[in-house]
């Protein structure tokens, strides 16, 4: 009979009526749940259930069942006020005298200003028909129109309503999380001047701010009593990201600042000591961190017990938007970069500098080194150590993890050149061949790529958490972080193991997976435990001399590289590239997918470098500063400086590039011609990757390349004819130069030089 009920219940929920978008959220807070609860309940992913609260998808079976099952027994508890907006009003004033770490607003010294109407958004060529948002919901992507609204009367800061906040297209929007009355109008703002002169603050999701402030120091204090910026901390222990005011050019004049830096400037990177907007901020009391007034400031007062008061600012003409990895963002109108750096921020994080900056910090956030105790005798808590971190102090590296110069080798002669048997020396691929005879017969050379390589290099890898121990003559554990030195050279590619049958390859047309160059070891070198353990795999014994291993270990990247993943696809499913296409409607989806929102596309190349950057600064070197060979530099006083780490991952995407190629010869006989990096060139009969792939009903081989969006899969890089490849490599008179290197576009300049 239970098993009848089981059955009425599911086809009840099967057709039960969801509650709007802001209900499911409002139903959620009350029980005090996180999206991440939810999702974790669901077995779904965390953006799935923003997506669900944001209106921007709705829930399909099973999950559909479940989802309206909870929201029914919250309904229950949690029956909808009378006057919704009264409530939310008692709620936010209740909140902000309890709890809130910023004070309430001054009433008057600031206004909201209403998003323009629907011919002014077609004006512009917004064709997508917008649709209507609550007025409490954190959306981050608003699509915007580039004329910049004007003011309509003043109230106060914090009032929101419908006429305040602009719609957003289901498309394009990005939840930023729980709603933090704190910080309700979003984690930063872009400051600009109209032409009448008025400060205006164009915050996320359309709202736009009159700023009273008529000086830097006023504008730091109105920034952190008044505007309601910043953002929830990303993990229990850890602490709310600051405000951050994005400057344009007018802003600057504005306030005393200089629109470009000189020259001088610019190489010591900040403002020099006396200027008079530095004196300004230290007659005002407020202080700048080391690295003083440069493109991306931090302004702050001590902190007093748990009261924050820091801010940042960020100033694109001063290039703190790298060109490289932000394109065009340091040029858009001020409404449509707080949509951009919007969307970057609830996605990711509220930048922190650098996109590698902010890579790394965001492993800080997720994994902060210090954690409150439980309550001692006398009732207080104290500052502990929290597990699974890397602490509060910098730890030393093993010497052959150490770079050249780094005080640990202080005593090694001078012009002394480390080779593999005393320097851990793991890097991407860069290595390429001569094309044979049967491959100068196919007419075309095809590049693919792995999406986030490095980020799913990360994912599920066991790292140090600690300094190392040294051993001698260890019994090889690849579960064990560390670094070995053990000689590899024995390892023939033209017999390798796939599983449990050995298979016969051409061993040389396979790079070694022990080298970057893929030249095959001569003898003793040290590797990262991802790179012996390969060896093993393969079928061969290892038989390593000497290690230092951590045995206090854990999976520390795993919340990073879900975070920046899940950043990625929504915002490649916001530029129409879903995960679950099919192979040939992937490519199609792909082609020409930066042209349908180039802002979001910005967003989608700042995550990449956010992946990479982050990753390089776990070794980051001297930079300048009047270093010298044997001194210490900054980095080294981070405990995040963590050299082993960023080997660890490299070799393990080395390592799962060079799996993929192996199943993929063993099946089809096919060899990569280049590989750099991520980037796979190959010689196929068509221009396509499906026409090389082995695709059967739709299904790629399994352990080999995959056609898709997600991490570790890979996508189209490039098409080019072999003739245009064998042409380039005679021009140079270089047999094996890196194909894959020119594969996206096929330019190749003469100063490249053949490198």
Known sequence: MSELFDAVDALIASRATLPPPPERKRLRAAHGLTIDEVATALRVRRATVSGWEAGKTEPRPPERDAYARLLDGLARLYPAPANPGAADEDTTQ????????????????????????????????????????????????????ASRPAPTGRPSATSRGPATTKTASAGTRAAAGDADPRFENGPLAVVDVDEDGRVLAYCTGGLVLDVPAKSLPALVDWTLKEAKLGAPKLSGPGKDADPLLVLTEAALERYGLPVTLTQQERIAGRLPEGHKVIKQLARAEWKLTKRGFGPWARIYRPATGSERACMQLCIPSWNALDARHWGEAGQLAPAELARLLGVYASRVMTPRGSTAVTGLELMTALHPPTRASAPDADGRRHSEHNPGSLGKDPVDPAPCEAPDGHPLLADLPRFHVRGPAEKLFEEAYDWARPMTDAECTLRHLVGIDVNMAFAAGANGLPVGLSAPTHVTNPVFDPKLP??????????????????????????????????????????????????????????????????????????????????????????????????????????????????????LAIVASAIKATVKGG?????????????????????????????????????????????????????????PVAILS??????????????????????????????????????????????????????????????????????????????
């Open 94 to 145: 209740s909140e902000t005298c309890t709890g809130a770490a910023t004070p309430a607003p001054k009433t008057g010294t600031s206004a909201t200003v209403p998003a323009p109407d629907a011919a002014a958004t077609a004006a512009h060529g917004n064709t997508q028909a917008p649709a209507p948002v609550a007025p409490d919901a954190p959306v981050a992507a608003a699509p915007v129109a």
């Open 482 to 599: 560390g670094s070995w030195l053990v000689d590899l050279s024995h390892v023939d590619l033209s017999k390798v193991k796939a599983g449990k049958q050995w298979v016969e390859l051409d061993g040389t047309l396979l790079p070694s997976p022990f080298t970057p160059k893929g030249e095959t070891p001569e003898g003793p070198a040290w590797y990262a435990t991802p790179t012996v353990a390969y060896a093993v795999e393969l079928g061969y014994e290892v038989k390593p001399t000497e290690a230092y291993v951590r045995y206090d270990n854990g999976r520390y990247l795993d919340g990073w590289y879900q975070r920046l993943r899940d950043a990625y696809l929504a915002t490649m499913a916001d530029l129409g590239v879903h995960a679950d296409l099919a192979p040939a409607d992937f490519l199609t989806a792909m082609d020409g997918h930066k042209n349908r929102d180039p802002e």
């Open 615 to 671: 990753l390089g600064k776990l070794r980051e070197r001297p930079r300048g500063e009047g270093w010298r060979p044997g001194q210490p530099w900054r980095a080294l006083s981070r405990p995040t400086w963590r050299p082993d780490i960023r080997a660890a991952v490299i070799s393990r995407t080395r390592i799962n590039l060079h799996r993929k190629i192996v199943k993929h010869a063993a099946f089809t006989g096919q060899y």
């Open 678 to 755: 991520d980037c796979v060139v190959y010689a196929a009969a068509g221009p396509s990757p499906l026409d090389f792939l082995p695709y059967r009903d739709g299904k790629p081989l399994p352990g080999g390349f995959k056609l898709g969006i997600n991490p570790g899969l890979v996508k189209h890089e490039g098409t080019q004819s072999v003739l245009w490849g064998e042409e380039v490599r005679e021009r140079f008179n270089a047999p094996e130069l890196n194909l894959a290197r020119y594969i996206k576009d096929g330019t190749v300049t003469d100063a490249d030089n053949g490198e």
